[in-house]
């Protein structure tokens, strides 16, 4: 391995390897979701009329047997809840089974009369006991958000459970209700009511506890989830921030991704010499990191030493977006990882970018045009920007975003003109109207954040709708011929997922797997926009450098792309506010990436 990082032994670095769910976690998951559902079905279908035990259940208490089909169909549903928790091995979802096993073990006795479910139930306890030392991962962040979900999801699920409830009695019902009916009275029971069906003995109590049981667990979830002390999100501190600085300051030349690990809603881990740091954040489960480590590349494995145990700590799925080659390397060798290309970084160099010839020449005809066209372009340092003109290109900013949602997390500094963030570079074009708008004449804005001294890598691209088509090639070309001004020599584009395989795919002689491969990326280009920001970067005849994401295992993928989803803002969870409820930020917003006429990096 070039770099100069020092090489483990196979033992020492087997310990590093990705926290794979135990044998026994799954196992026990998988079984206490089986036993869920058998307290489920007890709750839900008549007891067994000839079962051995029914002349032990006519000595218990009468009104025992609602009460009971109501506690089979509770402990039943949080064990399925609970599944998911075991097999990560979480330390609260292993105390709640030991504590629900039992009380499902009871219901199947004074219900259901089944001895083989009173066993099942119990013998789960033996493995979770015998194994307690497995389930010690610690909670997950948490935010009031999953209240609203949990809601949502157990309302929908305890209506359809309850459906099913009230037609599970029909040689006892009274009548031939409708659907409407049943539905209403499920609704009814759901808070406590008693609905327009109505059904013979005391069935009518068995399926009026089990409906109030429902709804009774729907509101105590959503209350706790709602009350319970909040997580918050993950923030760099200032002390955290500093650190990261001077690390950059020293190394930052190596990544043209390193600035974006000063994002504000990313945690941080350092090595050990405190010589390196890894920036992550962690979304559905998985512990997203991006780029290379920060720092000296020989304090590289302590830092992703201490990441792989933050992950094994919390039982979170460990990945990487967007690493380089050197930074791929390390983290497989040091983890036992797998790595998989994801796309190419397009690198402009300046001194050798040109308008003349042949290549360029859509891009100079397009230049020309808009010139032409009265506008002009300043580039220009943050530092060097006014408050009042800074205000107004945040704002502007905002608006011009495209999408309700902010977008960006990899590649993406999630902020504009804040006071430390002076050596950020930003070009804009202007254009005099007769009738300014509300930015007067601003009509376009790119930002890049410093990568080492002497490059700047591409943050975000945002332009007035109303402006004449082009906005963006005129201002990349415009930071490029005023780069050797600030001293860059470098300036890295946006990031091109599967970029080769669509390279390839259009060339002559390309094989058929090839050629469906390429067809599919263009389909998915329709929402994703992969083969126009492929094309938008090729017109300036940049270098590729390839990037990878590294992962545990090919199972991980479809979770890991889905969470990267989410933390670029492609997958929205929360229920944001109306427009017209919004306040207008004064400042900066936490995350400042999104669409303009091509999505920047992240697509």
Known sequence: MSGGVPSRSRSARRVFRGPRPEAVPVLVARACALVGVLDIAAGVFPRFRHSRMHTIAEVLPGSFGPFAAALSLSAGILLLLLAHG?????????????????AGAVAQFTYRHSLLGVIISLALLAPLLRHRDQFAALPDPRSRWRALANFVLMGAGSLALGLVIVSAHTNRMVGDPSLADRITHVLYGLFGFEGPVDYQGDTSWTVGFSLGALGLLTAVTTIYLAFRPEHPAARLTEEDEARLRALLEKHGRRDSLGHFALRRDKAVVFSPSGKAAVTYRVVSGVMLASGDPIGDVEAWPGAIERFMDEARAHSWTPAVMGCSETGGEVWTRETGLDALELGDEA???????????????????????????????????????????????????????GTDTE???????GRVGDAADGDCLIATA???????????????????????????????????RSADPGMNELLIVAALQAAPKFGITRVS?????????LARGEKIGAGPVLRAWRGLLVFLSRWFQIESLYKFNAKFQPRWEPRFVVYRASADLPRIGFAAMQAEGFVNLALPLPRFLRRRR??????????????VRAA
């Open 86 to 102: 075991l097999r990560r091995g979480k330390r609260r979802a292993w105390r709640a089974a030991v504590a629900l096993l039992p």
């Open 347 to 401: 690198v402009v160099d300046v001194a050798d970018f040109s308008l003349a010839g042949r290549a360029m020449r859509n891009v100079r005809q397009m230049v020309k045009r808009i010139e032409r066209a009265g506008y002009e372009t300043r580039v220009r340092r943050v530092r060097d920007l006014g408050d009042a003109e800074l205000e107004r290109i945040r704002n502007a900013a905002e608006d011009w975003r």
């Open 407 to 413: 977008r960006g997390f990899s590649m993406a500094l």
């Open 430 to 464: 202007h254009k005099a109207d007769d009738q300014p708008g509300e930015y007067g004449d601003l009509k376009a804005i790119l930002h890049f954040v410093p990568w080492g001294t002497d490059g700047v890598s591409l943050d975000l691209m945002r332009r007035d």
């Open 493 to 501: 584009l946006n990031f091109a997922m599967f970029r080769s395989a």
């Open 586 to 599: 004064t400042a900066p917003p936490v995350c400042t990436h999104t669409v303009a006429e091509h999505d």
